[in-house]
């Protein structure tokens, strides 16, 4: 009885020290190879990819909380001047989106209501989407395209006024 339970001690401490040994950790002499004989090692598969990917990975918070998206100031200017008739229900300057309340334009018996989504920070129109509806339900595409270029024209407009500067 008393060699069965030494005999199980042992097997467990032996388990243990292999499943030690599958660890993250890698070779100890990580350090101590040049990089030319680390790659053959890799190469031959006697040390783990240091790129590799377990499903362990999926625990671990390395995204930097700080990067935001990027969004084109004169884009989210210019959005903000053309459709100036139009509340702000609510805007995200992180994200890229405004969202604009029902406004009626001038000269127009018509209420529209936008969101505006820039989505990149250069200036160009793959940067800007807006979607545009009435209360009658969406507008025509072409209807859309036309607000997109206007504000494309005054995003321009602003930034050749801050090159002049």
Do not use: H
């Not at 292999?18 to 002499?29: T, Y």
């Amino acid at each position: 009885m008393k060699f069965s339970r030494v005999a199980r001690i042992g097997a467990v401490i032996l388990l243990m020290t292999a499943l030690v040994a599958c660890g993250r950790s890698g070779n100890v002499f990580n350090n101590e190879m040049n990089s030319e004989t680390r790659a053959q090692l890799e190469e031959a598969g006697l040390l783990p990819d240091p790129d590799r990917r377990t499903i362990f990975d999926l625990f671990d918070n390395r995204a930097d909380p700080n990067v935001t998206v990027e969004v084109n100031r004169y884009l989210w200017n210019a959005s903000l001047e053309i459709l100036d008739f139009m509340p702000i229900e609510a805007a995200d300057p992180f994200s890229g989106v405004i969202v604009f309340g029902y406004g009626t334009p001038p000269g127009s018996g018509r209420a529209y209501q936008a969101t505006v989504y820039v989505q990149d920070p250069a200036l160009d129109a793959r940067s800007l989407r807006v979607a545009l509806r009435s209360r009658g339900g969406p507008v025509s595409r072409e209807t859309a395209r036309q607000i997109e270029d206007a504000i494309l024209t005054r995003a321009r407009q602003l930034r050749i006024r801050d090159a002049d500067l």
